[in-house]
T-cell receptor, first 117, second 112 residues
């Protein structure tokens, strides 16, 4: 069965400093991994998606994530935090369950990113 | 292109009532998934519909049901509401499922 574990429930950084949000995954299959962001009172927005084409995935708003199979990790990074990055971030794995197409996503518990001025 | 539209935005119901939530996917998307988000349980998958057929189902009781129409619009229904059903219900659409999902802003359901 697929699962994801976000290692930090809350991360606080100063504006202009790097961001690191950690995620470990467990998957019986070659996983599809995602990072989504949720701003207050908003729906979820896809930041980036990994599907085995490249281990370093670039997303929107300067975010990127590196897939490390040996460490079963998919950490999200950004070189310089902006105040607008303050939000809830979710690491997500797609539950293929043996079929090639399914819209079932398994979400981590989320990491709240606080950005201090 | 218009995004995923969920209506209503807010709902207040009392225990024992039933409720129907609506989701209009992005034009051309045939897959619609529903998720429940609560502070305690996080985001949990309810079910997915593709071309009017339920393709996948999460671990929720039978009080939670859904359907999809020929125009890909979807509804979910919760019968005999319980206090624990209070949550943000999110709908997401994609062209085939297992692609990047586009989420609506959700329906905030409060059960009193």
């Amino acid at each position: 069965a697929q699962s994801v574990t976000q290692l930090d429930s809350h991360v606080s950084v100063s504006e202009g400093t790097p961001v690191l949000l950690r995620c470990n995954y467990s998957s019986s299959y070659s996983p599809s991994l995602f990072w989504y962001v949720q701003h207050p009172n908003k729906g979820l927005q896809l930041l980036l998606k990994y599907t085995s084409a490249a281990t370093l995935v670039k997303g929107i708003n300067g975010f990127e994530a590196e897939f490390k199979k040996s460490e079963t990790s998919f950490h999200l990074t950004k070189p310089s935090a902006h105040m607008s990055d303050a939000a809830e971030y979710f690491c997500v794995v797609s539950d293929l369950g043996g079929s090639s197409n399914t819209g079932k996503l398994i979400f981590g518990q989320g990491t709240t990113l606080q950005v201090k001025p | 292109k218009a995004g995923v539209t969920q209506t209503p935005r807010y709902l207040i119901k009392t225990r024992g009532q039933q409720v129907t939530l609506s989701c209009s996917p992005i034009s051309g998307h045939r897959s619609v998934s529903w998720y429940q988000q609560t502070p305690g349980q996080g985001l949990q998958f309810l079910f997915e519909y593709f071309s009017e057929t339920q393709r996948n189902k999460g671990n929720f009781p039978g009080r939670f049901s859904g359907r999809q129409f020929s125009n890909s619009r979807s509804e979910m229904n919760v019968s005999t509401l319980e206090l624990g059903d209070s949550a943000l219900y999110l709908c997401a659409s994609s062209s085939r499922g297992n692609e990047k999902l586009f989420f609506g802003s959700g329906t905030q359901l409060s059960v009193l």
